[in-house]
């Protein structure tokens, strides 16, 4: 079956970089279109990135020149490289596969404080 595991978040003071990985299986990575969202609390999942299945990207507003996804077909792997952080970008970070299947990962909990 279709699994998605987050990793990589954590507390960060602003300015400060991470990387979220999440770790695919079950289906085959070299053709997914993936992103990942967001979700602060209090408020709506948001999408911050997305990859498509060629690889081009796309991104929110909000993060754009900030952060980068990537996609590493030989680990089955999907990252987010987030640079430049700021207090509003913490909040709950979900991997989202979206072809060719729907599937969300767990969440992983991204803090930066000021």
């Known amino acids: 079956q279709v699994r998605l595991v987050e990793s990589g978040g954590g507390l960060v003071q602003a300015g400060g970089s991470l990387r979220l990985s999440c770790a695919t299986s079950?289906?085959?990575?070299?053709?997914?279109?993936m992103d990942w969202s967001r979700q602060a609390p209090g408020k709506q999942r948001e999408l911050v990135a997305d990859i498509t299945t060629s690889g081009s990207t796309n991104y929110a507003d909000s993060v754009k020149g900030r952060f980068t996804i990537s996609k590493d077909n030989t680990k089955n792997t999907v990252y987010l490289q987030m640079n430049s952080l700021k207090p509003e970008d913490t909040a709950v970070y979900y991997c989202h596969l979206r072809f060719p299947f729907n599937s969300w990962g767990q969440g992983t909990q991204v803090t930066v404080s000021s």
């Open positions: 079950g289906f085959i990575f070299s053709i997914a279109a």
